[in-house]
């Protein structure tokens, strides 16, 4: 009798978990119990870009990836994209709440994972303060220009010895979002704050971008099992100490701040102020300490490594390519001619420049999977019909590497963003997202890449140290993919 009853339970757990909950989505690989389609992002496909484009080969444009027990439908191709994630953007706008988030941030806090009104209220509030503090009144540029000119200076004092720029990049890429979000740089009197900090996110990002960091993002028990339990310690540990971290910084605030002074001078006081503004109401009206710390957080990080690591790329594929670089001297000689700071107002002037960072953001295709979105209402994808609730990911890597889009996708070409010597527009390229998620922070971004690089060209020659002259392309996985470090030679050109 037990055997019967134990048989028919398997009998109908198979054909539930292999036909009856697929049988609406889209089709997919095939997902095995607890760890759904996990299990295939392995080492041959890592950092993911082969997985994503495979499966695409495969399942056509639109198809069910299971995060552990979650459906999430991919999407490819660039028409569906703009037909559905942009055209219809509020209906792609959510996003899935994981259960970790839940335990250990006690709710979906920050911009980046919060939904509905929270996140509407979140990120209003956050554009204002950006636009407020600099974008729309030169301030920002002001102060990317300060750290590109201590950049310079740091640089000159290293005297032609060869330099790993990637530190320079994280310290002064670090101090920009961390001058908007607390009011001060990093230099030597702090500079260890820095490298915790930075240590701290690389941690939590190299799990969670792991299969690992799925299965226990998906199943906080899991995070008890003997083999498991070190990992989410991890994560519990990192996130924790990242959220002292700020919350201390708030606090510092708290003790100096004067509330009946509508200015601020950044973030941190801005939302304090707004806080005070809402102490009447239920949670602050949104504005809990909780949702700071979280802020700080999306910011800091979302901030940080994607333009460093965007700026690394792009130095190390001019320096493979040496036309490249000898296009863009060109350019700098006939447009500046002189070691003068390069600002926004020549942006016009540099069109080949702004085809370089374009085509190194391409090339870079810094997530080779996006942050997931959710539906918010019932809709349809390609004849798919997909519920209210349901995880999608608009695969932008897809579309960045697609070979009709861009051809000979894998080669290192500013030239394909040219025409008659002027900038084009490719809707396609869409490194920073694409509807109403669309980074955040891009304005910040794309000021950041552009005073940086044509500056740093304009002043320096820069070459590869001959020790290592064919550095490696290949990237490091993570959450935004790394490329392996080299280091340059660069000599004052004027
Ligand atoms: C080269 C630099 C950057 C790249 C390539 C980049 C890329 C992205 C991408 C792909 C997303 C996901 C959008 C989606 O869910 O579909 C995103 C979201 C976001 N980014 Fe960026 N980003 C960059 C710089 C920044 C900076 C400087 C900031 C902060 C000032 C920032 C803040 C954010 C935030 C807060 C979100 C979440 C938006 C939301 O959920 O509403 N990013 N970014």
Not at 265 to 282: G, I, M
Request: charged share 25%; with cysteine; net charge neutral.
């Amino acid at each position: 009798m037990f055997l019967v009853i134990f048989l028919t339970f398997i009998v109908v757990y198979l054909f539930y978990q292999f036909y009856w909950k697929r049988r609406c989505f889209p089709p997919g690989p095939l997902p095995l119990p607890l760890i759904g389609n996990l299990y295939l992002m392995n080492n041959d496909v890592k950092p993911g870009y082969a997985l994503w484009s495979n499966l695409s080969k495969i399942y056509g444009p639109v198809y069910t990836f299971w995060m552990a027990h979650m459906p999430m439908i991919v999407i490819t191709d660039w028409k569906l994209l703009k037909q559905h994630v942009i055209k219809d953007g509020n209906t792609f706008a959510g996003r899935p709440s994981f259960p970790i988030s839940v335990e250990i941030r006690k709710g979906s806090y920050r911009v980046v994972e919060s939904f509905g009104d929270r996140w509407v209220q979140q990120r209003r509030f956050a554009l204002h303060i950006l636009r407020d503090f600099g974008l729309g009144k030169n301030l920002m540029e002001e102060k990317i220009i300060g750290e590109m000119i201590s950049m310079r200076d740091q640089i000159r004092a290293r005297k032609n010895e060869p330099i790993d720029m990637m530190y320079l990049f994280d310290t002064a890429v670090g101090s920009i979002i961390n001058v908007f979000l607390f009011g001060y740089r990093y230099d030597e009197t702090n500079i260890e704050e820095f490298q915790i900090l930075k240590e701290r996110m690389t941690k939590h990002f190299k799990i969670a971008a792991e299969p690992i960091g799925g299965i226990i993002g998906m199943y906080p028990w899991a995070g008890k099992l003997p083999f498991l339990k070190k990992h989410k310690q991890v994560i519990v540990d990192n996130w924790g100490g990242l959220m002292k971290m700020f919350r201390k910084q708030a606090e510092e605030k708290m003790r100096t701040i004067d509330y009946d002074n509508d200015e601020y001078s950044d973030y941190v006081e801005a939302f304090l102020k707004e806080r005070k503004k809402h102490e009447h109401e239920p949670n602050f009206g949104g504005f809990e300490m909780e949702q700071l710390d979280s802020v700080c957080f999306d910011l800091w990080v979302a901030g940080m490594e994607t333009t460093s690591n965007t700026l690394y790329w792009a130095f190390l594929y001019v320096m493979l390519n040496p036309e490249v670089r000898e296009k863009i001297y060109e350019e700098l000689d006939r447009e500046i001619g002189s070691d003068r700071i390069i600002t926004t107002s020549d942006k016009s002037n540099l069109n080949y420049i702004n085809a370089t960072i374009n085509e190194s953001q391409r090339m870079a295709n810094l997530l080779p999977m996006n942050v997931i979105h959710q539906s918010t209402s019932d809709t349809t994808i390609n004849g798919y019909f997909i519920p209210k609730g349901t995880g999608i990911i608009p695969q932008i890597s897809a579309v960045l590497y697609d070979e009709q889009i861009f051809p000979n996708a894998s080669k290192f070409n500013p030239d394909r963003f040219l025409e008659n010597g002027q900038l084009l527009k490719i809707e396609e390229l869409c490194p920073f997202s694409i509807g109403k998620r669309q980074c955040l922070g891009e304005g910040l971004a794309r000021m950041e890449l552009f005073i940086f690089f044509a500056n740093l060209f304009n002043q320096f020659d820069i070459s590869l140290d001959s020790s290592n002259p064919n550095p490696s392309t290949q990237k490091e996985y993570g959450v935004t993919v790394k490329a392996p470090n080299f280091k340059t030679i660069m000599k004052s050109r004027h």
